[in-house]
Nanobody, 117 residues
Framework: QVQLKESGGGLVQAGGSLRLSCAAS????????MGWYRQAPGKQREFVAS???????LYDYSVKGRFTISRDNAKNTVYLQMNSLKPEDTAVYYC???????????WGQGTQVTVSS
């Protein structure tokens, strides 16, 4: 099973930007759709964005126009560029194979994003 490691989180002021990375221990070339998810304190994990092998993207309405997801299959890495950050974006961010989110062991440790007002 491919291991996923998220990085790039941090503390940023509202309106700022961060770029998250998700490095896979193995090839993601065959993974149809990779996604980013987030979990805020006291809330369930929720979908943020996804990207297919061909580059087609899908976004939750709350981040559309502010976040951009991309993937580099050669580097086995998925990115999330986050602009115009808001305090409500504060959460732990995770990446995963969209088809594997039901597997408990498929999730990485995530990376914390904190947006101050």
């Amino acid at each position: 099973q491919v291991q996923l490691k998220e990085s790039g989180g941090g503390l940023v002021q509202a309106g700022g930007s961060l770029r998250l990375s998700c490095a896979a221990s193995g090839s993601i070339f065959s993974v149809d759709r990779m996604g980013w998810y987030r979990q805020a304190p006291g809330k369930q994990r929720e979908f943020v964005a996804s990207v297919t092998r061909g580059g087609a993207t899908l976004y939750d309405y709350s981040v559309k126009g502010r976040f951009t997801i991309s993937r580099d299959n050669a580097k086995n890495t998925v990115y999330l560029q986050m602009n115009s950050l808001k305090p409500e974006d504060t959460a732990v961010y995770y990446c995963n194979d969209v088809a594997a989110t039901w597997k408990p062991g498929s999730w990485g440790q995530g990376t914390q994003v904190t947006v101050s007002s």
